[in-house]
Every structure is written in structure tokens, then in C-alpha cells.
């Protein structure tokens, strides 16, 4: 299940759309600290591999990627 919802974040943001915390914890049933370690998980691996990117957060809970 947690690759499932890395990668389900992964795609969502990478095509341009965002994640929103509340709603991917009851959609999913996970914890706010699971979707953060989640989270991380997918912030680390554009560090490595994408780097002109980033995850930004906008609001209460909403995550979007932007460019350099």
C-alpha cells in the first residue's frame, strides 16, 4: 500500500496538480504522519533525481510541485 500512494502522489503532482492533505488521509485511511513520511519519501527522491523541483505547500494542507 505505501508504494501505491507514494507513486499516487508522485503523479499527481508531477502532472501538475496537488495533493491535498485531509482529503488523501480519509480517501486513503492513513495517518497526517504517515502522509508525511509519504511525503518525504517523494520530496527526497526529486532532491535526487529532479532537482530543479520542489514540493511546496500552499494553504492548509495543500501541495503542489514548482520549478526553479
Known amino acids: 500500500m505505501k508504494t501505491k500512494l507514494v507513486l499516487l502522489m508522485y503523479d499527481a503532482l508531477l502532472c501538475g496538480g496537488s495533493v ?3 482529503d488523501f488521509c480519509k480517501e486513503y485511511k492513513i495517518s497526517e504522519r504517515t502522509f508525511y513520511r509519504y511525503l518525504l519519501a517523494v ?3 526529486f532532491a535526487a533525481y529532479k532537482p530543479n523541483y520542489y ?3 500552499d494553504g492548509a494542507g495543500v501541495y503542489y510541485l514548482k520549478g526553479y
Open 20 to 22: 491535498l492533505r485531509d
Open 43 to 45: 520530496s527526497k527522491f
Open 55 to 57: 514540493i511546496r505547500k
